[in-house]
Structures are given as structure tokens and as C-alpha cells.
């Protein structure tokens, strides 16, 4: 048997070589059966024909149904090459129709160490009228659940499996959706086919994860799970966020309290992550923008321990005050936490207490001063008269 297959992969490359040296344009192979080569035709360039063969060339199953070969050492010889000059016609069509194993329509494979292809597509049409608007220099195509169209190997260290060039103007590589795309558009697996980066049906960038939540979500179980960007020279890096109103084809501008960027923080509970942040800082418009108008302040807001309100802290305003969210609340400094001075210029009105409950207050034109109890125990006027209520007792 091995003799025969040897017969027949001889008799097949020499029918090749003399078309190639008669300037045959197309062999076509019918019927391959057995040890019988029932039908060999050579066709004339422009004769439109179909190149096929059946299944029984060979008989073990890693042997070709159509081999050819190129004895030549020129640059660029082509053991096969197909033309179609129909709108629809396909050059080179390689189907394989077994439902499992790893069966492939078309293999090709370089043994070349310096710019070898193994498989080059070329789509010469350079209009963009409904006759080429499909024009496929390669094209795969995969039926099973596990098929895969079109696949790229490299072999040797920094060898490419798959790689997509052009010409300024034109688009290397695209993911294309079909209608009612569910599936991911793409995804850069480990070798276990674990998804490590994925873009999902709705152009939602996943890294760490092949379900992605936002437009872009990291997952990560390293500490620190961050982006980094790295800056040089006099170059900072930065994170921008750009507001307006309106489409993204006819934007207007940005309203007092849009959101100009938030920053927020969300956190895993007992059965899932809360499905709102409960710490963030916002930076917001202050005023309606113009060109030349265009206030913001900064806005924290934070939730109280066994809560999920969140609710405005703090804020710095437009022109610089930091302010509560009302009156009267909140402090600067705890019990066991206080800054170590505060300076001022000007204090304004207010009571200033101190940590033991002593309280000192404007009065008139001086200062009264409370105790814990809230009672009035000494004043100092504005001519500098003290006036206490109780002694003055020297025993220090």
C-alpha cells in the first residue's frame, strides 16, 4: 500500500511540473480511486472549471487528496495558485467536512526561517461597489462548536501564528459581530483556553475576566490589581474625563452638577458586590460652561458605618472653601485624632470648643467663655476687661 500511495504522489507531481511547463493553467483531478486514476484533464488558461478530488487518493489519513509541488528556487514559486475573476468566485476553497477531530479545509505551513507564508491571501479589488464590497483575500469559515475558521501557529521563538498588515488607510485586522451577536468578538486565552483578556459582543473591554460589566473591567487576584501608567521627562501622567451634553456627533455643553468625572469605590457583600458605589469624589461642573465660563468644584462623599446611604461629606468650591454639606456638622479632628495646628487669618463667626467641653464664643464686641454645662463663667470685652464668675486663685 505504501508503494501505490508512493505511485500516486509521483504520478500527481509530475502532472503538475509538465503543466507548469506547457503553461497549463488549471489540472483537474475527478476521480482519484484506488490504484486507477480514472479522469486527468488539462485545461487552458481561461477555461472555467473546478479542481476536486475524492476522498480515496490515499488511504491513510494524513495523505492530501490533492498535492502539488514545485520543484522551482526562484523567489516566489507557487506550487498552487487560483485565480477567480467571477464576483463571487473563490480562488482557493478548502472544506473539510468531518464533524470532529481536528480536520482542516486549507493548511499551510513554511518551512522557512526568513519571511516564509504559509498561507497568502490577496483581494485585488479597490472599489467599494456591492460586486466586491465581500472581497477576501482569505476567508475561514467554522461550523462546529469548537471549529475554528481560520487559525495562525508559530513554531519558533517570536514567530508570528497570525498577523494582519495593510497600507495607510486601510484597517488590519477586524473583529466583525454578526446580527444579534452574543458571543464575544475576541479573546486572548491561556493555553488551557481560559479567557485572559476578552471584547465582548457590546466592545466592553474584559482583562482578567471574560464576562466584563463596564466598557472597561479589570479582575485581578494580585495585590495590587491596578492600571498603571508610566510617565518620563516632562510628560504627566493623567486621567481625564470629558463631559457634555447632547450625541457624541452634536455634543453641547455641560450643565451645573454635570459629573465631570467620579471616581468610586464598590465592595463585595455577603452574596455579591453592592450594585452602587459607597465611596466616592466627584468632580462636577459649578456653572453652566461656555467657552469662558467654566467653574468646577470637588465633591467626597462616604457611607456611615452599617449603612448603604451615601451621602456628601465634604466639598471644595469653586473658589477654594472647604465646606460641609450643611450646618453644623462634622469635625476636623477626633478624640484621639486631632491635627497637630490650625491656622487661620480670619475666624469667622462660630463657637470654638475644645475637647474638655470648654466653649468660647463671640459676645458683642469680646469673647464669653462656657462651661461643659453650657453656663457663662468669664467674658473678656473689647477694652480688655475680663469679667469672671467665680475667683482668681493663685495656687500655682
Known amino acids: 500500500m505504501g508503494s501505490d500511495n508512493s505511485d500516486r504522489r509521483s504520478f500527481i507531481r509530475r502532472v503538475l511540473k509538465w503543466g507548469a511547463v506547457g503553461g497549463v493553467a488549471a489540472v483537474v483531478l475527478t476521480r482519484l480511486k484506488g490504484h486507477t486514476a480514472d479522469t486527468v484533464n488539462m485545461l487552458l488558461p481561461g477555461q472555467v472549471t473546478e479542481v476536486k478530488a475524492d476522498t480515496g487518493y490515499y488511504y491513510d489519513s494524513y495523505s492530501p487528496t490533492l498535492e502539488a509541488y514545485n520543484t522551482g528556487t526562484g523567489y516566489a514559486a507557487t506550487a498552487v495558485k487560483g485565480t477567480a475573476e467571477a464576483p463571487a468566485g473563490r480562488a482557493v476553497w478548502g472544506f473539510a467536512s468531518a464533524t470532529s477531530g481536528g480536520n482542516m479545509g486549507v493548511l499551510g505551513y513554511t518551512a522557512s526561517e526568513h519571511n516564509g507564508v504559509g498561507v497568502s491571501g490577496f483581494a485585488q479589488a479597490t472599489s467599494a461597489t456591492a460586486a466586491d464590497a465581500m472581497n477576501w483575500g482569505v476567508r475561514g469559515a467554522s461550523m462546529g462548536q469548537k471549529g475554528v475558521g481560520v487559525e495562525g501557529y508559530g513554531q519558533a521563538t517570536g514567530a508570528i501564528g497570525v498577523r494582519g498588515t495593510g497600507l495607510p488607510g486601510a484597517i488590519p485586522i477586524v473583529a466583525q459581530a454578526a446580527p444579534g451577536q452574543t458571543a464575544n468578538l475576541q479573546e486572548w486565552q491561556n493555553s488551557s483556553g481560559t479567557p485572559l483578556g476578552v471584547v465582548d459582543a457590546n466592545g466592553q473591554l474584559g482583562v482578567g475576566t471574560g464576562t466584563p460589566q463596564f466598557k472597561i473591567n479589570v479582575a485581578g487576584i494580585v495585590d495590587p490589581t491596578a492600571l498603571s501608567f508610566d510617565s518620563y521627562g516632562i510628560v504627566a501622567s493623567n486621567i481625564i474625563g470629558r463631559r457634555a451634553r447632547g450625541t457624541v456627533a452634536s455634543p453641547t455643553a455641560a450643565q451645573v452638577e454635570d459629573a465631570l468625572l467620579v471616581l468610586n469605590g464598590r465592595g463585595y457583600g455577603a452574596t455579591g458586590f453592592s450594585n452602587a458605589s459607597r465611596a466616592a469624589i466627584r468632580l462636577l461642573a459649578a456653572e453652566n460652561w461656555t467657552d469662558l465660563a467654566q467653574g468646577a468644584y470637588i465633591r467626597f462623599e462616604t457611607t456611615q458605618n452599617g449603612g448603604t446611604n451615601k451621602t456628601e461629606k465634604m466639598r471644595i468650591t469653586d473658589t477654594g472653601n472647604i465646606l460641609p454639606p450643611s450646618d453644623n456638622v462634622g469635625n476636623i479632628g477626633i478624640a484621639g485624632q486631632s491635627w497637630a495646628s490650625i491656622k487661620g487669618h480670619i475666624m469667622n463667626a462660630g463657637d470654638l470648643v475644645f475637647e474638655n467641653g470648654i466653649r468660647a464664643t463671640e459676645e458683642q464686641d469680646g469673647l464669653a ?28
Open 369 to 396: 467663655f462656657m462651661n461643659p454645662a453650657g453656663e457663662k463663667i468669664a467674658a473678656l470685652d473689647a477694652k480688655g476687661n475680663l469679667h469672671i464668675k467665680g475667683d482668681i486663685i493663685k495656687d500655682l
